[in-house]
């Protein structure tokens, strides 16, 4: 059984990949009226050329994608990367930004669900417990906003988008690890953008970037894509989607206290009041317990079980 202090050294970096990403939504604002595909295709790209550098310093073995798991890594650069971008853009023309953010406040209940089934274990009661109260505060925290029903359509995709990103990881983390995951998906969903850039937007769209601009995608490429992503892999294989997917709770809450230190605003009553709930689902969700072997599907190749505490086994081929 693990020790709490062991348990929670898993959480950490997925911990610190959502502070990441929920600090960048300030920095995001400045890209609002930038060319959306030219912008993130430089954006992955970097990333990219990034990743691979610090997989080699890190002494992480890439390896390229084999039958299926081109399916996997190809669907995550789509949704996760690609569409979701879009749905976000393309969604606040509709809704204001509250109802995308609420829509993907409910990551946690779908991980929670559908993660452990793809990983061949029982979805666990604590985190399914422990879900809605994250969603909960993460509510409050964003607030409610107006939409239509296009927005609201808009909203689903990010939602389905955002869940995407973790879920589609799962099958083939065991053999391609965080850095090759990582790796995968922004080399693909970049060349992705590119197209469409080119297409849509122009060969010479990112010349209309301004130097701020240009700031906010460089502090998109290190912090919030090529670290980012590969601590929050981390987790993911190390503990399950499902426990993994609460963490997702704790960017609203550092996109809340960047926005007070930057001078937005201080937090209202019922921002103060959703961080204290979340907090709550958070420490209901992740404590450490036991999992008993009942609980343990047997595992198919390729899968990697994670949330009993134990080191993940991974195919030989690894």
């Given at each position: ?38 912008t993130q295709a430089v954006r992955y790209v970097a990333a990219t050329a990034i990743l691979v550098v610090l997989a080699r310093l890190a002494g992480a073995r890439l390896v390229w994608p084999r039958g299926r798991e081109w399916l996997w890594l190809g669907g995550l650069a789509v949704t996760g990367l690609v569409l979701f971008n879009v749905a976000v853009v393309r969604g606040v023309a509709h809704a204001e930004p509250a109802v995308i953010a609420v829509a993907v406040a409910c990551v946690p209940l779908l991980l929670g669900v559908i993660g452990p089934l793809l ?200």
């Amino acid at each position: 059984m693990d020790t709490p202090s062991a348990s929670f050294a898993r959480l950490v970096p997925g911990m610190i990949g959502m502070t990441l990403v929920g600090a960048s939504v300030t920095v995001s604002h400045t890209l609002v009226d930038a060319p959306l595909f030219s912008t993130q295709a430089v954006r992955y790209v970097a990333a990219t050329a990034i990743l691979v550098v610090l997989a080699r310093l890190a002494g992480a073995r890439l390896v390229w994608p084999r039958g299926r798991e081109w399916l996997w890594l190809g669907g995550l650069a789509v949704t996760g990367l690609v569409l979701f971008n879009v749905a976000v853009v393309r969604g606040v023309a509709h809704a204001e930004p509250a109802v995308i953010a609420v829509a993907v406040a409910c990551v946690p209940l779908l991980l929670g669900v559908i993660g452990p089934l793809l990983e061949r274990r029982r979805p666990s009661r604590q985190v399914l417990i422990a879900a809605p109260v994250v969603m909960a505060g993460a509510v409050l925290v964003e607030g409610t906003g107006r939409t239509d029903a296009v927005g609201v359509a808009w909203a689903a995709l990010a939602l389905g988008c955002e869940a995407a990103f973790t879920l589609l990881a799962v099958p083939v983390l065991g053999r391609h690890s965080p850095w090759g995951v990582s790796v995968h998906a922004t080399w693909l969903g970049g060349a992705l953008l590119a197209v469409l850039g080119m297409t849509r937007e122009g060969p010479s769209a990112v010349r209309e970037l301004t130097g701020v601009q240009w700031a906010a995608v460089g502090y998109l490429t290190l912090l919030v894509t090529a670290v980012a992503f590969v601590l929050w892999y981390s987790t993911v294989r190390s503990v399950g989607a499902g426990r993994a997917g609460l963490l997702t709770g704790i960017a609203p809450l550092a996109a809340a206290v960047v926005g007070a230190v930057s001078g937005t605003g201080v937090p209202g009553p019922s921002v103060w009041l959703g961080i204290s709930v979340v907090i709550v689902g958070l420490v209901v969700g992740l404590r450490p317990r036991a999992v008993p072997a009942a609980e343990i599907l047997p595992v198919g190749r390729g899968h990697t079980p994670a949330s009993d505490g134990r080191s993940p086994r991974t195919p030989a081929s690894r």
